[in-house]
Nanobody
Framework: VQLQASGGGLVQAGGSLRLSCVVPGRRFFSRDDMGWYRQAPGKQRELVAVISSGGSTNYDDSVKGRFTISRDNAKNTVYLQMNSLKPEDTAAYYC?????????????WGQGTLVTVSS
């Protein structure tokens, strides 16, 4: 089952968006480490933020201080609050369940949600 991200859109530089991603059918979602990823046109998909089962967070340097990842285990949902958006944040954004081994994920990639930041 693919994860479905939502909340993307067109925003001016300096603006904000909040992305959501529901993880359907995951009985023990609270035990999962989750990640938000993005893929810009012509580039490889990259990891931008992670949140562990215990709530610890980590960010790529490019978004540190601007993006905040959070989770609601009761709703099987992970969020990405994006502030001070820049044109270089333009990309399709995806979430996934992080696998046991570095760089791996547990679900196939969904369509993602498109974020476009205009200058």
């Amino acid at each position: 089952v693919q994860l479905q991200a939502s909340g993307g859109g067109l925003v001016q530089a300096g603006g904000s968006l909040r992305l959501s991603c529901v993880v359907p059918g995951r009985r023990f979602f609270s035990r999962d480490d989750m990640g938000w990823y993005r893929q810009a046109p012509g580039k490889q998909r990259e990891l931008v933020a992670v949140i562990s089962s215990g709530g610890s967070t980590n960010y790529d340097d490019s978004v540190k201080g601007r993006f905040t990842i959070s989770r609601d285990n009761a709703k099987n949902t992970v969020y990405l609050q994006m502030n001070s958006l820049k044109p270089e944040d333009t990309a399709a954004y995806y979430c996934n369940i992080r696998g046991q081994f570095p760089g791996t994920v547990l679900r196939s990639w969904g369509q993602g949600t498109l974020v476009t930041v205009s200058s």
